[in-house]
């Protein structure tokens, strides 16, 4: 046990569905894992989906599904807490051991106000503070994750991506626990805020002497950030030690494995500036496209005085996009990319400006003229559990654009849907075709997003972060199945992401975004050996 501030030893975790009655046919999820963190400790744990890193997370704070059978015991400032009860349990959380999920959204309520957020988890835990000392505290967390001050009575879904993430990351840190677990923590934001918010973070543990459990597949931020690592591979621990030593020289083979995904961006790339050729024929080109939002003043504030503050998500777009190119958007979360997605589809009208695809302005369409020209525009989302339908099987959610569109009967559906399957690694379809979203792991999930995108033979795929909240091995999977797939079904990508590396190895030419605006364009190459606008040598120099 020793005097760390958390001790993990010999734990062993099964899920209810896996246990049997002896170790021998049990299927651990987490198998005889034993590491501890120090006061001012990051400690990261890396691994592909599924390998076990978020169950010891939620074994930590408490959030495992009932009868789940946990062996081994967990120290936290020298008292075991696998003992706890419910009552003991819920003071450890947040002021104790704080959780900052991947998806943001699973924690904020869509109905309250930001501020209200973090109101109520400060109110729950310090009844000895004063309303204006709870406001006040807030004000400071929010602006110490670079969240202003007027966005404070916003809702969650007027926060793009990357802001709803800060959100959850204030409301862990406004309790001011002793030890932080930060599962992915970073996924959804781009790498200068990544960086601020994680530069902020490790800085924050260090001064307060917090514990940092930093869990990751982005292995660059780990160097970067972490002190020490466990590399996890199917329920075990296979290799610790110091960062900088592990990722100079790993010794176990699943390591080697995991470093060479992160590096393949560089081996690669060549072969994308080898197939990119001129092209001629425009399939989609925006012309001053603009969508600007209004965000009103409360009523004591018209009082004052104060005028209705105009928001410019998408400030004067020009580009165009060729026939069989990839053509990647980069910028900061919150600069409008996203928006600028969403306005091509015509899911959101623009402000002014027109969208033309293939040499039709459908920003004039109505909606009900959109839907059948939107089975050649289709959309692969960034977090792919979010977009598929839990209540329904992997199967019917291949299907429903089908149906939509009127593009096979029943007796051709089941066909189709297998045939996709196959064309995207899931193999053999029928184990996969009656299986829920919450049977697939994270990279299967979205090769059923893909699939769905795919089923209606679009000519253009607009990515938003496709492949960000996967681990290295399965991103570097899903990249190239999304190459594969460009080739045989003659595809068009507007590909948005916020990790530039994976931009370089996707894209023929990229835009670079910066507060609503295109400060850059041109051949993802030549940006990237000389760029000339000051934000993208800042964005690259991250």
Not at 99 to 124: S, W, Y
Not at 189 to 214: A, F, P, R, Y
Not at 237 to 264: A, F, Q, R
Not at 289 to 313: H, M, P, R
Request: proline share 4%; aromatic share 6%.
């Amino acid at each position: 046990m020793g005097s760390s501030l958390l001790s993990i030893e010999n734990l062993k975790i099964a899920y209810p569905s896996s246990v049997n009655d002896s170790d021998k046919n049990t299927s651990w999820a987490v198998n005889d894992v034993s590491f501890s963190v120090d006061k001012g400790d990051i400690v990261a744990l890396v691994g592909e989906s599924g390998c076990g890193k978020s169950t010891i997370g939620k074994t930590i704070i408490g959030l495992l599904p009932c009868h789940t059978r946990v062996e081994g015991d967990i120290f936290f400032q020298g008292k075991s807490i696998t003992s706890y009860n419910p009552q003991e349990m819920r003071r450890l959380r947040g002021e104790g051991i704080g959780l900052v999920f991947q998806d943001p959204m699973t924690r904020l309520n869509p109905l309250m106000t930001i501020g209200n957020h973090c109101q109520e988890t400060l109110k729950a835990h310090r009844s000895d503070l004063s309303s204006q000392e709870i406001r006040q505290r807030v004000l400071d967390t929010l602006e110490l994750v670079k969240i202003p001050k007027k966005r404070f009575s916003q809702y969650p879904h007027e926060f793009s991506g990357g802001m709803r993430q800060r959100v959850a990351i204030a409301l862990t840190l406004i309790l001011q626990p002793k030890l932080i677990i930060a599962d992915e923590p970073t996924t959804s934001l781009d790498v200068t805020i990544s960086n601020q918010i994680l530069q902020e973070l490790t800085t924050l543990c260090k001064q307060q002497e917090m514990g940092l459990i930093l869990i990751s597949h982005d292995l660059n931020m780990v160097g970067k950030y972490g002190d020490r690592i466990g590399v996890m591979y199917q329920g075990k621990m296979v290799e610790t030690g110091m960062v900088k030593e592990i990722m100079k020289n790993p010794h176990h083979d699943y390591s080697k494995i995991l470093l060479n995904s992160t590096l393949h961006n560089k081996e690669k790339k060549e072969n994308i500036l080898e197939s990119l050729k001129e092209k001629t024929k425009t399939i989609l080109e925006l012309k001053n496209v603009e969508k600007y939002y209004s965000l009103e003043a409360n009523f004591l504030e018209q009082l004052l005085g104060k005028k209705t503050e105009i928001i410019k998500a998408v400030d004067n777009i020009n580009l165009q996009l060729y026939e069989g190119e990839i053509f990647g958007l980069v910028g900061e979360s919150g600069c409008g990319k996203s928006t600028l997605s969403r306005t091509i589809l015509q899911l959101i009208k623009p402000t002014s400006g027109q969208v033309i695809f293939q040499e039709q302005d459908i920003s004039q369409l109505s909606p009900q003229s959109m839907i059948s020209l939107r089975r050649e525009m289709q959309m692969i989302f960034q977090d792919p559990h979010a977009c598929l339908n839990p209540l329904i099987t992997v199967e019917k959610a291949i299907a429903e654009p089908l149906i939509i569109h009127k593009l096979a009967d029943k007796t051709e559906i089941r066909s189709k849907v297998t045939q996709m399957l196959e064309k995207v690694g899931l193999c053999p379809p029928e184990d996969y075709l009656r299986r829920y979203p919450k049977e697939l792991s994270g990279g299967q999930q979205q090769r059923v997003a893909i699939a769905r995108a795919l089923i209606t033979n679009p000519k253009l795929l607009i990515c938003d972060e496709p492949v960000s909240m996967l681990d290295a091995t399965v991103q570097d999977q899903v990249l190239q199945l999304m190459l594969d797939l460009k080739q045989e079904f003659q595809l068009t990508y507007l590909f948005i992401t916020h990790d530039l590396s994976v931009a370089r190895y996707m894209c023929d030419r990229i835009a670079v975004m910066n507060q609503g605006k295109i400060v850059e364009q041109g051949i993802t190459e030549e940006i990237f050996m000389h760029p000339q606008h000051p934000y993208t040598q800042k964005l690259l120099t991250q």
